[in-house]
DNA sequence: CCTCAGGGCTCTC
DNA sequence: GAGAGCCCTGAG
């Protein structure tokens, strides 16, 4: 078990970071941590007034710190895309604390997948059910988990296996990658390594994976900050503020234009900033 | 009963 | 290459 903790800082709360709709397996317990599943392990993490502490069975730090991006300067990140922007200025001081996670790329492969047409308590449920059916079990503080399964543990499921998972049509997207990543024959692994364009080129080619679901997966797990993934409260946000236009790449266009590098972070101060208060309506 | 939810595929024109 | 209909399922 290891135990440590990091210093907080403005640009980072965690009820920002897990409600921005990156990440489909942390859960906040009672006492107002949360504990999360990753590919290696469990992690419980828990705000104090100064500082954060982390608890987890992941061996190695790095690891963590590298998940939680926390070698990555946002403040000059924020300055960067708020110039001369009001309304980004407000998103961002809204979701101040966000931060992008970066995540198993395999994983990520089939979390998105499943979400096309989904909303996040059924995407949540089903990569749980998923994760039991085939994932390893592991032990963290008297508690069960199930760690998501590899390429090979889910190769094992059949269509029909994944239908009484209630995966719906997206069963078979999910068999296909799941056969394709176990043989090798998608590495995900070099397409990361690929520029943004060309890696977003091969993994539109995977069935089930349009160009929503492929920046998710570029920006959640590949490290590609200019990923710009429209989905629906985007374009509404983006409709209302810059651009007017129903089409999806004359959207994620702009959006490269005016953010750059970093249109994939600004997605997410956008993002998180629209949903929470889509009351205001 | 209908509609639609953090899309994508396929067929059509 | 743009648009329409369809895909499973569960919630509202």
């Known amino acids: 078990m290891l135990e440590f903790s990091i210093e907080n800082n403005a640009d980072l ?14 859960k906040k317990q009672n006492d107002e941590s949360y504990i999360g599943i990753l590919k290696n392990g469990i992690i419980k993490i828990k705000e104090e007034k100064n500082h954060i502490i982390i608890k987890t069975n992941i061996k190695n730090k790095e690891e963590i710190l590298e998940y939680f991006d926390l ?9 960067q895309i708020s110039k001369n922007d009001k309304a980004m200025k407000q998103a961002i001081d809204y979701g101040y604390g ?11 492969l089939i979390s998105f997948i499943i979400s ?3 909303n ?3 995407i949540s449920k089903t990569i749980e059910s998923i994760s039991k059916a085939y994932g390893k079990k592991i032990k963290f503080e008297g508690e069960e988990y199930y760690l998501f399964p590899t390429p090979n543990e889910l190769a094992k499921a059949s269509v029909q296996d994944l239908r009484k998972l209630n995966l719906g049509f997206r069963d078979k997207y999910v068999y296909l990658a799941s056969q394709a990543v176990a043989k090798g024959e998608i590495d995900l692994d070099k397409i990361s390594k690929l520029t943004y364009k ?10 089930g994976v349009g ?3 492929a920046d998710c997966i570029l920006l959640f797990s590949m490290k590609k900050a200019e990923a710009f993934p429209v989905d629906t409260w985007i374009k509404k946000v983006m409709n209302e503020l ?36 889509k009351k205001l309506d």
């Open 13 to 26: 709360q965690l009820a920002h970071i897990f409600e921005c709709g990156q990440c489909f397996r942390w």
């Open 71 to 79: 070698n990555r300067d946002y403040g000059k990140i924020k300055k």
């Open 98 to 108: 966000i931060r992008i996670l970066n995540q198993d790329p395999w994983e990520m």
């Open 116 to 118: 096309s047409a989904n």
């Open 120 to 122: 996040i308590p059924r």
């Open 198 to 207: 060309e890696a977003k080129k091969e993994l539109t080619k995977i069935s």
């Open 211 to 213: 160009a929503k679901v």
């Open 242 to 277: 810059y651009v007017e236009s129903e089409n999806i790449k004359q959207i994620s266009d702009f959006a490269n234009k005016r953010f750059g590098a970093y249109a994939g972070i600004a997605q997410q101060y956008l993002f998180y900033w629209r949903r929470e208060n």
